[in-house]
């Protein structure tokens, strides 16, 4: 009978050949024999990988499970994708901070820091020809300020514009909503000009502002809405004499260009090139010892006149005074050197004074010796003289029989005053001023009318009508002297007295110079030369020379112009100078009124020079529209010219006549 098991005991299962068969199979007795033996050593644990150990005493029954470990790998993985993200994108910006938008981020740190100022070059200065000023410079300021410095992004207020408008307005006279409009027109701009040409007081009253407000606003961490104001040294124009030359130099608008006259006409040479100064700020405060950047400014060019202070104010005196005792719209006075074509003086009334243009009146701007175009009646008369002697057609001493009226195409030419018929020599018609006389002599230039109009027109043109006068002056007219072909009827006859062509003062002046030098027209010139900011001079441009009659001509016709002044009969005896033999014709012409372009008025002028033996002046005065008085020419500008040439003649030194005149006769007897 087979005993019951023991449930408790542990049937060994065979072993199984594995491996070493002989090595397990003592093991296996071994573990039986301690078994039986009642001593058991634990076994020792194995640990697989991935799998937690079994706690003592947790038991590994059914239903039991044994806690395993996590493995920290993953973790640590994510943790340095992570990091490597994170370096990868600051790698990323830096390289895009510092090489892709290197620059612009370069420029967005500056705008705070650095401050371009334009350094203002020194205008060069006016002289006359001895070396007196007539226009020069002071020291000024233009208040200036850099608009993106008070953006919303820069200050951190919306409006900073306005705050620094109101603080500024009552120092510079403006206005807020004009400063402010200023400053906000263009925010991204760095410059902008608030106020030109300020005195120095008013820079320091905004610059101590300045201080102030960068001091409270480093306290109580505020904003220094001034910050950006700035001021740029910049010449202001100053004219030491008034409205002397005033005509002649123009004047300096706003913004610091000429905006007439010598001023215009040489504006590059007398501005000369401005220079630039970059500055570290910070606070609105420069820093000291930061680099700062700087091109020089090259100053304007000196630019020397031919006119001479002494003789200038002279004849804008006389003129001033009969423009005022004539009641007349305007008048003018050149004065020229009749043996270099030197402008000596110009001088216009009224006139205005360029140190105060807001105040002047707009028709007295410019010089209307140059810019007005009129009639110039008889001192016209001197040119058809020339013409008929230079071609022969007559001598100083022809006889000519003037009637009292002179039909000829759809009209009767008459004198200046009824009178019998006159016999003149043709001295006389030019002494007594007659326009049929002039007439009938400058008829025998030609066969024809046609022929003898071709002639004179010719010598018009040679004596500069028609033609500008060589100084390039701004708004100067030419004149008007039609071609022979486009004269009317009347034309033909009314030109060689003067009336249906049209010249300015200077084109005036310059027909006697050309009589005084010897029949050589010598171009009008007003400058002399430019001195650059190193005293180098650099004389203008020699004036062209043009022969337009032979000296005998010239001579005769100064012997002819003596008898309008010195004899008895001639119409400019009020022109007489003790000592000097004068030269010298009247003119009495129609005016054209420039507002309707209908003649209305008269134009009063006399033209000469002196002395008529060695001639060395010429002067011209012509009065528009004398309403008061007289408004003969002999009558109104003969007293000008006798004003002006003594005044010039002993300003220079001329010495007196040294031979009388010869007193060429005037009239002939009938049958003589």
Request: proline share 7%; aromatic share 6%; charged share 25%.
């Amino acid at each position: 009978m087979t005993a019951p098991r023991d449930p408790r005991r542990r049937v060994p299962r065979p072993a199984r050949p594995r491996g070493d068969g002989a090595a397990r199979s003592r093991g296996q007795a071994a573990a039986r024999k301690r078994g039986e033996s009642g001593t058991a050593r634990p076994r020792p644990a194995v640990r697989r990988p991935g799998r937690r150990p079994t706690r003592p005493g947790t038991g590994t029954g059914k239903g039991s499970q044994a806690l395993r470990l996590g493995s920290p790998r993953p973790r640590l993985r994510l943790v340095t994708l992570g990091l490597t993200l994170v370096m990868l994108a600051f790698v990323v910006r830096l390289l895009q901070v510092q090489a892709v938008d290197a620059d612009a981020y370069a420029s967005k740190a500056n705008v705070n820091r650095y401050i371009p100022v334009r350094l203002a070059a020194e205008r060069g200065t006016i002289t006359d020809r001895s070396g007196v000023d007539l226009a020069t410079t002071v020291d000024a300021y233009d208040i200036t300020a850099a608009p993106d410095l008070l953006t919303r992004e820069n200050t951190g207020i919306h409006d900073a514009p306005r705050r620094a408008a109101a603080l500024l307005a009552p120092i510079l006279d403006a206005t807020e909503a004009d400063l402010t409009e200023k400053l906000t027109a263009n925010p991204r701009s760095k410059y902008v000009v608030l106020a030109r040409q300020q005195t120095p007081q008013v820079w320091n009253r905004i610059k101590d502002l300045k201080s102030d407000l960068a001091g409270k606003a480093s306290r109580h961490k505020g904003v220094n809405v001034l910050a950006g104001v700035n001021r740029e040294a910049h010449s202001k124009r100053v004219y030491p004499n008034g409205d002397l030359a005033a005509g002649i130099l123009g004047f300096v608008n706003a913004q610091g260009e000429g905006a007439g006259g010598v001023e215009r006409l040489f504006d590059k040479e007398l501005a000369g090139q401005d220079g630039k100064r970059v500055y570290a700020q910070s606070g609105g405060r420069q820093v000291p010892t930061a680099d700062v950047q700087e091109q020089p400014a090259v100053p304007g060019s000196d630019v020397e006149l031919t006119i001479d202070r002494d003789i200038q104010w002279a004849a804008q005196s006389a003129i001033s005074e009969q423009v005022e005792r004539s009641k007349a719209d305007r008048g003018y006075v050149v004065v020229q050197d009749t043996r270099t074509g030197e402008i000596l003086a110009l001088a216009n009334a009224p006139g205005f004074d360029p140190n105060d243009v807001s105040g002047a009146d707009s028709e007295a701007l410019g010089n209307a010796a140059l810019t007005d175009a009129y009639e110039p009646g008889s001192v016209s008369k001197v040119m058809s003289m020339a013409a008929v002697l230079e071609e022969g057609a007559a001598r100083w001493d022809t006889h000519v029989e003037v009637p009292n009226r002179l039909p000829r195409a759809d009209r009767a030419f008459a004198d200046d005053i009824d009178h019998a018929t006159w016999f003149l020599t043709l001295n006389g018609v030019l002494a007594k001023s007659s326009n049929i006389g002039t007439i009938l002599a400058v008829e025998q230039l030609g066969r024809t009318q046609r022929e003898a109009n071709q002639v004179l027109y010719s010598y018009l043109r040679k004596f500069g009508i028609g033609r500008p006068t060589g100084l390039g002056f701004p708004g100067e007219t030419s004149g008007i002297l039609a071609a022979p072909r486009d004269w009317s009827a009347s034309q033909q006859y009314t030109i060689p007295f003067g009336q249906g062509l049209s010249l300015n003062a200077v084109q005036a002046a310059s027909v006697y110079s050309t009589i005084a030098n010897g029949g050589e027209r010598i171009a009008p010139s007003l400058v002399r030369g430019t001195k650059d900011a190193d005293g180098g001079f650099t004389p203008a441009p020699a004036s062209q020379r043009t022969r337009v009659v032979s000296k005998d001509t010239a001579k005769t016709l100064a012997t002819m112009l003596e008898s309008v002044v010195d004899d008895r009969e001639g119409t400019g005896a009020r022109a007489k100078i003790p000592g000097y033999r004068v030269a010298g014709k009247t003119g009495t012409s129609n005016r054209v009124d420039p507002r309707t372009g209908r003649y209305h008025g008269y134009t009063a002028s006399f033209a000469g020079f002196a002395p008529a033996d060695e001639p060395r002046v010429t002067v011209y005065c012509a009065v528009q529209n004398p309403t008061k008085g007289s408004y003969f020419g002999g009558q109104v500008c003969g007293p000008v010219y006798k004003q002006v040439m003594e005044f010039a003649l002993k300003t220079l030194r001329v010495a007196p006549s040294g031979k009388p005149s010869a007193r060429l006769p005037v009239s002939y007897s009938p049958g003589t």
